[in-house]
């Protein structure tokens, strides 16, 4: 696990040994902890978030894949190292980021909330081990970004409304 140079996020290793990389930001209306973002981000999940979950849960339980069973929309006071926020395992937790990762025999992903004043980055990255990590990813690779796009929008609506 690395820092990013130019950001207070993590990420699993340098850039040039990723298999995957997103990074994502917003401006919100005023200052939240990665915390925050997180509860208000997957606090009532969108119905068809909850079935892309179900299809990736059938299709990669046939290559002995767990189940990820979704956003929970459970709410979190306080978390820390070594803690569950449904299917990922918190890594790291300071006042301005939350690290959290979710690794198996197919491949390591590490989620990087950070905050820096109003701004909110979004970091993943992914490393994987073999034939079907690298499949997993490429339409997985694909939704991600534009579930963490429509995720900080509604995260930012969600903001504004408090």
Known sequence: MITMNNSNAYILGPMGSLDYFDQQSINLPRAVTPL????????????????AFRIRDAISSLFGVQGAGGFSGARFDAVKAGDRMDFFLVEHVAQDVLVMTANDKHLDVMISISTHG????????????????????VPVGIAHRWIVRDTLKRLKARVSAT
Request: net charge positive.
């Open 36 to 51: 925050d973002v997180w509860n208000l981000a997957i606090a009532d999940p969108p119905s068809w978030l909850r079935v």
């Open 118 to 137: 109003k701004t909110v980055d979004v970091t993943a990255s992914v490393k994987n081990h073999n034939t079907f990590g690298r499949a997993y990813m």
